[in-house]
Every structure is written in C-alpha cells, then in structure tokens.
C-alpha cells in the first residue's frame, strides 16, 4: 500500500444531463455535444494545471458526480481519469467512484470504466415504480435500471451503490417497502445503499407543482413511517447504517464521502465545485461560458476558516456518521475537549436522548433518537 502523508481527495464535476429531473436543484442541465466536448476539454486542462499545485499530497479517493457523468462520451471520461494517474500521487488503494443514470451506460461503456480503473459506480434509481419515476422526470425504466446494474455486474464491478428516494409525489409505504426489496432481489446485491428522503428545493420545477397543487408529497406521518421502514428491511438484510442516509455492507462505506464527514482535505474540480484545503474553502464559479474560456481562473468563496468554524464544522458533520465524533481527534485538531467548548450542549442533549458517549468516553454520537432529530441537535453546535 501507498504510503499516503499527506491526503487529497478529488471531485470531478460534469453539470451535463440528458434531462433535469424536476426535483433537482444541483448545478446542471443538458447540453449539445460540442459544448459536453468542450467541457470535458477543459475540465482536462484545470486537472493538469491542479496536480502542479498539489503534488505533494496523495489522492486516496476520486469521484465523478454531477449531473450524469456517464452522458460525456468514454473516451473524454478515461481521459480524465488518465490524466489523474499520471499527474497526481495515487494511492495504489484509491477508491474510484463514476455516478451513472439508467439509460446512459451500455456494457461497452462501463467495461472501460473498468480497465480504466474505476472500482466504485453509484447507479441512480430512486424508485422501482414506473409511475413515481415518471412524477419525479425521471428519463429511464426499472428494466433500464435492472439492464444496466447487469451490465455493471457483467463489467467486473462488485462494489455498486444505488440511490434510492422516499416521499415522493404520490408514494406509499407499500410502494417503498416494493423499491426496497427490488434491490434487495438484484443478484449479486449492491453493498451500499443510498436512501434520501426527498426534500423539495424552491426553484425547482417540482417546488412550482406542489404550490399550485399538481403533485401532493407523503404527509409527515407516512415520511416517518418510510424512513422507520427503510432502517427495518435494510438492517435485516445485513446492511449497516452508517451515516444518516447510507447503508452499507461491512467494508463498503463510501469513503469519498466519509472524507468529506471527517473534513479531510478535497479539491474540487469543474464549474460550482467545492474545495476544502488546509482548513481554507473555496469553490469553482458557476458560470459555464467564463470555466469554458478561463478554467485556471474561476475560483471564488475563498475563505480561511476561523477557529470556531473549524470545531462547528468538526462537530456537525462528524455528527451525521452514526458512530459519532471522534473525542481524541477533537482534542489533536483544537487542543481542548468537546466538553469544554460545547459542555451545556452535549449536557442538554444527552438529558434529552438525543446524544451518547460510545466506545467508552471516545466517540460522542447521536442517538437512534438523536438521528431522527438530527438537523435539530447539529445546528446546536454552531458557534459563530
């Protein structure tokens, strides 16, 4: 294995879709193939001119996300991924993440993705009923879905992530259960399992229905009854709760997104992505055109966090995995303890359920209860 130092993970942004879902608030929407070309392009140049400036550190974990980045074409996609092993240090173990939508991958496709060392794929379903997918502006089937998890299988890839959504327009508890147990009936089954419940963003075409009444959501009571049931059936088919959304099997947690739980160090790269470097944040302008013409020259945000920000952040994203903040780590970063910065806090919470010391006195966690209430307890820790 690599002797690692110093750790970077990457994010590769692609905005590009085949068609915006209605409930999607990230940064994308589709495009003609020159301007897909273009991008891929010019995404190439900022990783090159990044690995100039981060060469000392080693990358242990990629991810392309978007957006659907399986619409760019193969080549463009490897190419990338090219450029990323022969510019940066990578670790021999590094985990290699490429989200895909049903209907834009065909075997071909994902068997490059394969030699080309991609180890992870994250497949977006979101429900196994032809009718939510079609209220939510889904563009596949779920024999799409079951066509390209096979072609996955078939690629040589046996660690598959699936993500999953509850409370949308029109769902059931019956309905979920059935999305549930779909993927628990796929052979071989995933070993991790993404289950978000949905939350409508103003702005989006799906917040424009629900105000004027076109499309009604689970109410409160159905939503908890859903996400009851999801910890239920997933915890009984093996699959541990790691984090508030996500299951896994044992040694399949996402440790892209772990790192970003534990605020290591990750370079964000393409339009809107995120950075947090040396405990400095900064992000990618969102402006298509200006990343086209100038992709060296689109940071923005730039921002060197504060002592306090540094322990909010610690606390309420160390918060969301479901073993907790780690106290000693708290006491190496910051030189004091959790009790001393937030002791009325942790005090209160753990009165109430909502929190609780495991592993002895070494990780502070929340709750089964606590979970539930999570938004409620994280924003508790914020100092500033």
């Known amino acids: 294995m690599t002797n690692k130092g110093k750790c970077l993970e990457l994010y590769f942004h692609i905005p590009f879709c085949i068609k915006k879902c209605l409930y999607c608030d990230f940064l994308s929407a589709p495009a003609e193939e020159g301007v897909r070309r273009a991008y891929m392009e010019a995404l190439e140049q900022e990783t090159w001119a990044r690995a100039r400036e981060y060469g000392d550190y080693t990358v242990d974990s990629v991810f392309v996300g978007g957006g659907t980045p399986s619409v760019a074409e193969t080549g463009q996609l ?17 985990e290699i993440t490429v989200e895909v939508n049903p209907g834009t991958a065909d075997l071909r496709k994902l068997a490059a993705y394969r030699a080309a060392g991609v180890n992870r794929l994250s497949i977006g379903l979101q429900t196994a009923n032809e009718e939510e997918l079609g209220r939510i502006g889904r563009i596949h089937t779920m024999e799409q879905f079951r066509t390209t ?33 779909a993927l628990l009936e796929l052979e071989p089954r995933p070993v991790h399992i993404s289950a978000y419940s ?12 629900l105000e004027k009444g076109e499309l009604t959501l689970p109410d409160e009571d159905t939503d908890r ?20 959304s996500n299951y896994a099997r044992p040694g399949f947690c996402c440790r892209h997104n772990c790192g970003y739980w534990t605020r290591q160090n990750y370079l964000g790269l393409g339009i809107g992505a995120a950075s947090l470097i040396e405990n400095v944040r900064f992000r990618n302008g969102d402006d298509l055109s200006s990343y086209l013409e100038h992709p060296l020259d689109c940071r923005e945000e ?9 322990m909010e952040e610690f606390m309420f994203l160390g918060l969301r995995l479901t073993k907790g903040v780690d106290v000693s780590a ?32 070494d990780r502070l966690a929340l709750t089964d209860r606590g979970l539930d209430l999570a938004s409620y307890v994280m924003a508790q820790f914020l100092l500033t």
């Open 330 to 361: 708290f006491r190496e970063n910051f030189g004091r303890m959790p009790e001393e910065v937030y002791r009325d806090v942790i005090e209160k919470n753990i009165r109430d359920g909502l929190l609780e010391y495991g592993d002895g006195t």
């Open 198 to 209: 949905l939350i409508p963003e103003e702005g989006t075409r799906l917040w424009e229905m």
């Open 78 to 94: 490897t190419g990338l991924l090219a450029a990323v092993r022969e510019g940066y240090r990578l670790a021999e173990d590094a």
């Open 302 to 310: 730039i921002h060197a966090l504060s002592l306090e920000e540094q």
């Open 149 to 181: 998890y096979a072609a996955a299988v078939t690629a040589g890839f046996t660690n598959i992530n699936v993500d999953v959504m509850s409370a949308l327009p029109g769902q059931s508890p019956e309905s979920w259960k059935r999305t549930l147990h």
């Open 225 to 244: 009854l859903m996400y009851a049931e999801t910890k239920r059936i997933l915890g009984e088919a093996g699959f541990r709760r790691y984090e508030i």
